[in-house]
């Protein structure tokens, strides 16, 4: 695969991503994205085998099918040089049932990607061999610094202006590359896995002057790296749910979720000094998992001691997720993951597929001095509106903030999540307390749970003027300064605005602390 180092549309300073007309047309109704639509990828690691088969060709991908084996290959390679037996037996069985999978599910093909383990071992090649005799499937055997490449690429699919350095540790190895304007820079790899870091004889403070030993090379190499850091792997997911665990954090989702570098000293001693047994059933890590822990913690104190990241972000989207992006068109990899995701969640699931556009259009005018990224959240909501109809009236409400703050959605930090999540939780109910997420509201400011809910009241306004996608039904006018908000309805939509819509205008006029003016007219009013 060639390096990725095309040049991008310039980003939009507020987003980071470039603007190409976010409600233009969806592009996974462009052939040559529909051709993303069932993707499958299965990853070959030090210690576990994992099927992902991406579903929707959105740009923030949909995990149809997702796996995983925990097999070990990599354990007992520093002593032996060669895979572990028991988990070569266990692979290849793993192997044969995700090929009958992907044969179930009419994959044409599966991209199998092999790392440190498999690349390292004397008999590396002869496992490949025998995978493809059983079970037809070619593994691509990538050396570090491509695998480092692809873990990158996987952030960037969430991330797509992301900047900064990204570290992928796996069973066996540890991988760093430097990311900016939307492009993969330098990367390095290292022996520094969990796996190969309890065979190290000498014991605790071996294994830290070796760490400190090979991060001090790798840092060299990397120069300075004082932006984001960006955790892909297995192992940082365990550390981030414990540290949510010792915290009290109640998102528990863990893309985007962000650490600082004095949480991780806390959360490294809290490992340190706690019974691993309790803290893996607390936080639902496996018991396969939390045996390596302790060695990755060990590695995460030294790195962020080592290149002292301003802040750290947990990313879910590996080397997994960067296969999908080397698919990609470039003009899929240039759009918002968070808009993509949500116009292919309107085709599917609303009733009226396209009214989010007119929906944003008509409360737009709420929003006119409201900087970049504000107008974006108020866009994915719009386009999320209706996704929901399905449920329940009486939980409908707590069923669109649960999906929304828990939703597999990339570019999204939490806060903004739950921002999003009231938002479409007042598109279906004025009042939002008494619900089992009282806790996350506190995730964000008074001032910030007032606009999700002039947000909500908006669109539950709006959608009461639902018709024809083509029909004039005529404008929202907002005068801040004077506190007074103007409706204009033709005299087409007047049967419409009847006393149910005139509440929800009313709700939403309150929560603005405005005067409302409704005028009916067959032209539009002078601005």
């Known amino acids: 695969m060639a390096d990725q180092t095309d040049t991008l549309p310039t980003p939009v300073p507020e987003t980071g991503v470039a603007d190409l007309g976010l409600f233009g047309k969806p592009l996974f109704e462009d052939p040559s994205a529909r051709a993303l639509a069932r993707v499958g990828v299965v990853d070959v690691g030090s210690n576990s085998v994992r099927l992902v088969v991406f579903d929707g060709a959105a740009r923030s991908p949909a995990y149809f099918y997702n796996e995983k084996i925990m097999c070990a290959l990599g354990a007992g390679m520093a002593e032996t040089g060669h895979l572990s037996p028991t988990g070569r037996v266990r692979a290849l069985s793993a192997m044969r049932r995700f090929k009958k999978l992907a044969d179930g599910m009419g994959l044409s093909e599966l991209s199998v ?17 025998e995978v493809h005799r059983d079970t037809g499937l070619r593994i691509w055997v990538i050396d570090g610094e491509e695998e480092a490449r692809l873990s990158a690429q996987g952030v960037l699919l969430g991330w ?11 069973g066996s190895s540890m991988e760093l590359a430097e990311i900016s304007g939307g492009r993969v820079g330098r990367r390095v790899t290292s022996q520094l896995g969990p796996l190969k870091l309890r065979d190290l004889k000498g014991g605790a403070k071996a294994r830290n002057a070796h760490i400190k030993g090979v991060m001090d090379g790798l840092q060299e190499k990397m120069g300075a790296q004082r932006d984001r850091l960006f955790l892909v792997g297995g192992s940082w997911r365990a550390i981030a749910r414990i540290d949510m665990y010792r915290r009290g954090y109640p998102l528990h989702v863990l893309h985007e979720y962000r650490m600082t570098v004095r949480s991780v000293s806390a959360t490294v001693k ?8 309790e803290i893996r059933a607390a936080c639902g890590v496996s018991s396969t998992r939390m045996a390596l822990v302790p060695f990755a913690a060990e590695v995460l104190s030294r790195l962020v001691k080592s290149f002292k990241p301003k802040d750290i972000a947990v990313s879910s989207y590996g080397i997994r997720e960067g296969m999908l992006y080397e698919q990609m068109p470039q003009r899929l990899r240039d759009r918002d993951p968070l808009i993509e995701a949500c116009r292919f969640a309107e085709a599917k699931d609303a009733r009226m597929p396209g009214f989010g556009k007119i929906l944003n259009n008509f409360i737009a005018p709420l929003y006119k001095s409201s900087p970049a990224p504000r107008k974006r959240l108020v866009k994915a909501a719009c386009l999320l509106h209706d996704v929901s109809w399905r449920a329940h009236p009486d939980y409908r409400a707590e069923v669109c903030f649960d999906n929304a703050t828990r939703a597999n959605l990339g570019g999204l930090k939490h806060a903004e999540r739950v921002y999003l999540g009231l938002a479409l939780l007042h598109r279906y109910s004025n009042k939002r307390e008494n619900t089992r997420f009282e806790d996350l509201y506190q995730m964000v ?3 910030t749970r007032n606009e999700a809910e002039i947000l909500g009241k908006a669109m539950r306004f709006g959608a009461m003027l639902w018709m024809n996608k083509h029909e004039d039904r005529g404008e929202m006018r907002w005068f801040p300064q004077k506190k007074l908000l103007e409706i204009w309805l033709t005299p087409d939509m007047q049967p419409l605005f009847g006393e149910v819509a005139e509440a929800r205008l009313n709700s939403l006029a309150d929560s603005l602390g405005a005067e409302v003016v409704v005028k009916i007219g067959k032209g539009k009013p002078e601005k």
């Open 113 to 129: 990607v092999a790392t440190a383990a498999v690349r390292d071992a004397s008999d590396g090649k002869d496992f490949c061999d």
């Open 445 to 447: 400011d008074e001032k």
């Open 160 to 170: 797509p202006g992301a900047y900064g350095l990204v570290c992928d540790i796996g």
């Open 270 to 277: 809290f490992i340190q000094k706690s019974n691993l047994d």
